[in-house]
């Protein structure tokens, strides 16, 4: 049984950014709409579908709200148009979450509750679980490691057996389930769109948030199920290869002291010619070109704001 917040709730805007979801998007909000909590909304923003999910929602959900964007604006920039919305609504807390996900009908009340108990939480995260294998953790809070040059989902892959239940703080919070309290973004800022179109932009927006005092915790009675990268194709894709590679590198260069750049980029050569070999021994040529392409257009990216930073 779920814990209940205290009475006058603030108000939560559920921001579901749908991107050709039509396979999907119906299940997610169905399981939203169940939350207990008792002060939410719900906004689903389509960043230029071209599959009729938007029309689906609307024909199924005519009480949720919808934005429309005509084109695709990438993760960042659809969730900014929602957030905005929401903030421009009164929303005390904005919750962004996947359209491809299925929630517990307790996880917003959860995650609320220890929102309210700490006014140094700007951001919140639940346990999140294979959809397909409903008991394997997907990401049980995140880590970063700037020594090594990686980001992690704690646990990631472990059967659950109850070895990630206390409430604790988190390195980043990924996006795909991301409750932030609408007084930090306005204090720090939305997405940065140049992790466009996805990948690492969840990690920068909770590093701006813990540079500005906030804690980012990880509240595991929160449980919802993840249909694991519908955007990208699901699993190890080159897709999914290029943009982590090369929105990795931006991250890193951004937010790593002098001394991490002692070890780091042994540890990316390193990691990157493990990463080549197994491949090539797969045969898996695309995986490898795709790397090797996200090392490219990072550098180009960040030459490119260096010049426009002069």
Not at 125 to 153: C, M, Q, R, S, V
Not at 165 to 177: I, K, N, W
Not at 269 to 291: E, R
Request: hydrophobic content about 45%; proline content about 3%.
């Amino acid at each position: 049984m779920a814990v209940k917040p205290p009475q006058n709730m603030p108000l939560v805007y559920c921001i579901v950014l749908n991107l050709n979801g039509r396979k999907v998007i119906i299940e997610a909000l169905v399981s939203i709409l169940k939350m207990n909590y008792d002060n939410f909304r719900v906004l689903v923003v389509d960043n230029g579908s071209g599959d009729g999910s938007l029309a689906l929602v609307k024909e199924n959900f005519p009480e949720i709200e919808t934005i429309e964007n005509s084109e695709n604006l990438g993760f960042g920039g659809g969730n900014n148009i929602g957030m905005r919305h929401a903030l421009a609504k009164g929303a005390e807390w904005i919750f962004l979450l996947n359209n491809d996900i299925v929630v517990d009908e307790n996880l917003l009340t959860e995650l609320m509750y220890e929102a309210v108990k700490d006014v140094h939480a700007g951001a919140l995260g639940g346990k999140i679980y294979y959809h397909d294998e409903p008991n394997k953790i997907w990401f049980a809070g995140g880590g970063i490691n700037f020594f090594t040059g990686l980001t992690y989902h704690r646990h990631l892959r472990k059967i659950d057996t109850r070895q990630a239940e206390r409430v604790t703080t988190s390195d980043y919070l990924t996006g795909c389930a991301f409750l932030v309290r609408a007084s930090a973004l306005n204090k720090v800022g939305l997405f940065d769109v140049a992790f466009f179109p996805s990948y690492v932009e969840d990690a920068d927006l909770s590093l701006r948030l813990r540079t500005a005092g906030y804690k980012l915790l990880y509240v595991p009675a929160g449980k919802l199920w993840h249909k694991v990268s519908s955007f990208s194709g699901g699993g190890l894709t080159p897709l999914k290869t290029r943009l982590k590679t090369a929105h990795s590198l931006i991250f890193f260069s951004r937010y790593a002291r002098w001394y991490h750049w002692l070890t780091m980029p042994f540890f990316i050569l390193l990691g990157s010619v493990v990463f080549i070999l197994q491949q090539l021994a797969k045969g898996n040529w695309d995986l490898v070109k795709a790397l090797l392409t996200g090392f490219v257009e990072g550098i180009k990216k960040l030459n490119r704001q260096h010049r426009q930073a002069r």
